[in-house]
């Protein structure tokens, strides 16, 4: 079974570390034994429940799918994300909401978003024996704070933020830090520096690893094409050419078949009727 030490092993010795995210059981068996780790992220807000952004979740919505995807896994590392205001309150709930995470939900590590303004929750809550992946950059929980989608890092100022950041993130015993839509040269820089290692999403290649949304890469949304995603097929055109097929062969007669259908046990229809 991957842990934390499989990730930073693999910064050592310069192995590319894969993780996905999974929501459910059965997308986390077929993934579980390929990937060094599954990302139960707090994008299900908008891959499953239809929200407009990740605000939203809460820590019920967070262990309904981290428990559905630890019964599915045996080898992946399973990290849950701390959802919107779980982790901002106060280091004391901070330390109740990701135990809940781990003790309720089956998760080996969980994830905050930020820096400064969480490093006293970051520390309590590996102190408490709990795991820790920090996350840099756009962090999606502050969409409202950065007024949309956007990339982040691309001045001096906010990048050098982010490098202190960085550092400060390492210092406090994080075993990660993902890297959201930072330009390339500035993942490059601080996966460089740290000994930790660095998960990329839209911030380029030389990350220690990188990270996607399964249900992205796998093309489940065809209206969907942001530029850190490479779809490595079209699910969304699969399931409907299947389902068209389905139709057709329901309102045709082609299905179900007599192989499709069960039949009774030792008699007949007929004696069943004689029994009226």
């Known amino acids: 079974m991957n842990t934390v030490e499989t990730f930073l092993n693999k910064k ?5 570390i894969t993780v996905l995210t999974s929501y459910d059981y059965l997308m ?3 993934i579980d034994d390929t990937v060094d780790a599954i990302l139960v ?3 299900l807000g908008m891959v499953m ?3 407009e952004d990740t605000t939203r979740v ?3 919505d967070m262990l309904h799918h981290i428990r559905a995807v630890s019964r599915g896994s045996k080898k992946a590392l399973i990290i ?3 959802p919107f205001l779980s982790y901002h309150i106060g280091v004391k709930d901070s330390v ?3 135990g809940r995470l781990v003790r309720e939900g089956g998760c080996k590590a969980v994830k905050l978003e930020g820096g400064y303004g969480v490093i006293d929750s970051i520390k309590a809550i590996i102190n408490a024996g ?3 992946m920090g996350h840099l950059g756009y962090t999606p929980q502050s969409v409202n704070v950065f007024g949309g989608h956007k990339a982040q890092g691309k001045t001096k100022e906010s990048a050098k933020k982010i490098l202190d950041e960085a550092i400060l993130l390492e210092d406090a015993g994080v075993f990660s830090i993902v890297l959201e839509c930072v330009p390339y040269e500035l993942a490059k820089y601080i996966s460089s520096k740290l000994k930790i290692p660095t998960i990329g999403i839209g911030s380029g290649q030389n990350c220690d690893g990188q990270v996607l949304v399964t249900h992205d890469m796998l093309g489940f949304d065809e209206n969907f094409n942001p530029r850190h995603v490479k779809k490595y097929t079209n699910l969304s055109d699969i399931i409907k050419k299947a389902v068209v097929k389905y139709v057709n062969e329901v309102t045709y007669g082609d299905f179900p078949k007599e192989h499709n259908s069960y039949v009774l046990d030792g008699f007949s229809i007929e004696e069943l009727i004689d029994l009226k």
Request: hydrophobic content about 30%.
């Open 12 to 16: 050592k010795s310069k192995e590319k």
């Open 28 to 30: 986390t068996k077929i």
């Open 41 to 43: 992220g707090d994008s």
């Open 49 to 51: 429940l239809g929200y």
């Open 58 to 60: 809460t820590m019920e």
């Open 80 to 82: 849950g994300d701390m």
């Open 96 to 98: 109740i909401n990701a």
């Open 130 to 132: 709990i795991p820790v």
